[in-house]
């Protein structure tokens, strides 16, 4: 079946522009996961959604990040004025319920800031 | 100290060596523990959870001590497809989140 997807694959944008990163998790799945790796660095926590309760938001960096699960299923993860420090590849993962389920990951957005 | 603490390695091995990670977490309370591998460039997938009692699959055996926090994977007869990074992860018990070690970056040599 049909894995998590995400778009754009590549984004690269200058500084202080915002970018909009979209993350269609796997059918029936109820917990939705966004990751920041940077290069050689491990997974770094940043948002979850868990079914119709109120996300958590404790990964996230700063008040330029945000994101929006709509009707359970898509995500979209926005960062607003762009640094490049931001530059990381964006991974989002999906489970079928939340807590220690297996995470299945899309492929990610490799972002680059100029 | 960060939750999570791996070896990132790299581990250069020939074909056919055993070799074993470690991982270290610091949150007593944490309930669940897995073995995730990343290839490069690629995204994370489950190789498998880390039971109590210990669990093997196949030429992977994962080890559990609760009392020294720390998570084990050992790998023998390696290949050359065992070539990765292996990411340890833990379930906090109290945020219910899943915490990434930094990986150990294993390479099998022909």
């Known amino acids: 079946g049909a894995g998590v997807s995400q778009s754009p694959s590549n984004k690269v944008t200058e500084k202080g522009k915002d970018v909009e990163l979209r993350c269609d998790p796997i059918?029936?799945?109820?917990?939705l996961y966004w990751y920041r790796q940077s290069l050689g660095q491990g997974l770094e926590f940043l948002i979850y959604?868990?079914?119709?309760?109120?996300?958590?938001k404790s990964g996230l960096p700063s008040d330029r990040f945000s994101a929006e699960r709509t009707g359970g299923s898509v995500s979209t993860l926005t960062i607003q004025r762009t640094q490049q420090e931001d530059s990381a590849v964006y991974l989002c993962?999906?489970?079928?319920?939340?807590?220690?389920?297996?995470?299945?990951f899309g492929p990610g957005t490799r972002l680059l800031v100029l | 100290r960060k939750e999570v603490e791996q070896d990132p390695g790299p581990f250069n091995v020939p074909e056919g060596a055993t070799v074993a990670f470690n991982c270290t977490y610091s949150?007593?309370?944490?309930?669940?523990f897995f073995w995730y591998r990343q290839d490069c460039r690629k995204e994370p997938k489950l190789l498998m959870s880390?039971?109590?009692s210990g669990n093997e699959d196949g030429r992977f055996t994962a080890q559990l001590n609760r009392a020294s926090q720390y998570i084990s994977l050992l790998i023998r007869d390696s290949k050359l497809s065992d070539s990765a990074t292996y990411l340890c992860?833990?379930?906090?018990?109290?945020?219910?989140?899943?915490?990434f070690g930094s990986g150990t970056q294993l390479t099998v040599l022909p």
């Open positions: 993962a999906s489970s079928l319920g939340g807590g220690g389920q297996t995470q299945y």
């Open positions: 059918s029936g799945h109820t917990a």
């Open positions: 959604f868990q079914g119709n309760s109120a996300p958590d």
């Open positions: 949150n007593s309370a944490s309930q669940s």
């Open positions: 880390v039971y109590s």
């Open positions: 992860v833990v379930l906090s018990g109290s945020a219910r989140q899943l915490t």
